[in-house]
């Protein structure tokens, strides 16, 4: 079962969201009663839409290093809020039945995390999807955009949010992982044609129109909190902006295929949190979490965050074996990398280990008590 392409190093989410650490111990009472918390985005956020089949038979189903104790930072942030725990909306794959991969897609009343590994914000095929084809056909991930995930919602609750809900978006990492695909593929094929490294005068007019695509999709983020979020009674509404994907593993792959591809995915986010903050400004019950910041200062600043390394994936992604899918959706710690791993950054080429997702929790706790949920 080798996947052998890069997007499959990245299928799921885009980028890890990493928090900044120390000051506060983070289990404050919360000054807002919730009822409960819906989370809406990618991998980052996905709580396990994958774990059925081969994915479950191989001990995964997060991204991230599995374990029986492994927490997201949603079900961090809910088991401090003191809400009902948060379950998967939507279990299932549509990929290899011969694999494993083909399993009839289950929707579970009552469970408000929609979030979807390879989920981009409205285009409804991100990486894994069957329709990519190839490896991507596979695991043939469910990739339902954010778009439909909140339609989904409205759906069971009569049109509305009560407003009691602490409601989280985290999307936009799968529309940069494709144009960054788009970008350095196009390069290395200009490249093969030629004969010769692609010309100078062919990377703008690829780069713009990738930039294009990613202000498009933060736009697109940006009107549909406040259409069907805000709009529909959400009143306390936590986006955490997209992370800079130049720092990560992956960028670092690309840069050894096309020269310059790290800097210029790094404007990928960049282009994406421009329109989402534009789009977001001055709208009420919003609250952005600025993670490009964090992790950018993070991987220059390890130490300040008790981070032991920032460069290389905590897990061992040798495909076929020990790693199946070469991804942090089937890494569990007897498959990790030799050493300690318990603080590296990443766990893959873009996700985060269990030490990410408590630290982003305390980034999202610090920021929520800033305008006083916490």
């Not at 778009?147 to 949010?161: E, I, M, P, R, S």
């Amino acid at each position: 079962m080798k996947l052998t392409k890069s997007t499959w190093a990245v299928a799921g989410a885009a980028l890890v969201l990493i928090a900044c650490g120390g000051g506060g111990d983070g289990d404050q009472a919360s000054r807002v009663t919730f009822s409960s918390m819906v989370t809406f985005g990618d991998s980052l956020s996905d709580l396990g839409t994958y774990k059925v089949g081969t994915v479950a038979a191989l001990g995964g189903g997060k991204y991230t290093i599995n374990s029986s104790t492994d927490k997201n930072w949603t079900e961090l942030l809910a088991a401090q809020l003191k809400v009902p725990a948060l379950c998967p909306a939507q279990k299932g794959l549509d990929g290899s039945a011969g694999q494993g991969f083909s399993v009839p897609v289950v929707s579970y009343s009552g469970c408000t995390s929609y979030a979807q590994g390879g989920a981009r914000v409205t285009n409804p095929v991100g990486p894994g999807n069957k329709l990519l084809g190839g490896d991507n056909a596979v695991l043939g991930q469910l990739t339902v955009p954010v778009v439909t995930q909140v339609a989904n919602h409205l759906t069971t609750t009569g049109g509305a949010f009560s407003g009691k809900e602490l409601v989280t978006v985290m999307a936009g990492g799968n529309d940069g992982i494709i144009a960054a695909e788009t970008y350095v593929g196009t390069m290395q094929a200009i490249t093969i044609d030629s004969g010769a490294p692609a010309a100078a005068a062919a990377s703008p007019s690829l780069i713009a129109a990738a930039n294009t695509s990613m202000t498009t999709a933060g736009t697109e983020l940006a009107d549909l909190i406040k259409t069907q979020l805000v709009a529909k009674g959400a009143k306390y509404v936590l986006v955490v902006n997209l992370p800079n994907l130049g720092v990560t593993p992956y960028a670092t792959a690309e840069e050894a295929k096309v020269a310059g591809s790290r800097a210029i995915i790094a404007n990928f986010s960049a282009a994406f949190n421009t329109a989402l903050q534009a789009g977001l400004a001055n709208t009420p019950n919003v609250r952005i979490v600025d993670a490009y910041s964090i992790i950018t200062d993070q991987v220059a600043n390890p130490v300040q965050y008790s981070l032991t390394n920032v460069s290389s994936p905590a897990c061992n992604l040798t495909s076929p074996s020990p790693n199946a899918l070469g991804s942090s959706l089937v890494c569990y710690a007897s498959y990790s990398n030799s050493g300690d791993v318990s603080h590296y950054l990443f766990a893959d080429s873009v996700h985060g280990t269990p030490y990410a997702y408590q630290l982003l929790a305390q980034l999202v706790a610090k920021d929520m008590a800033v305008v006083g949920w916490l």
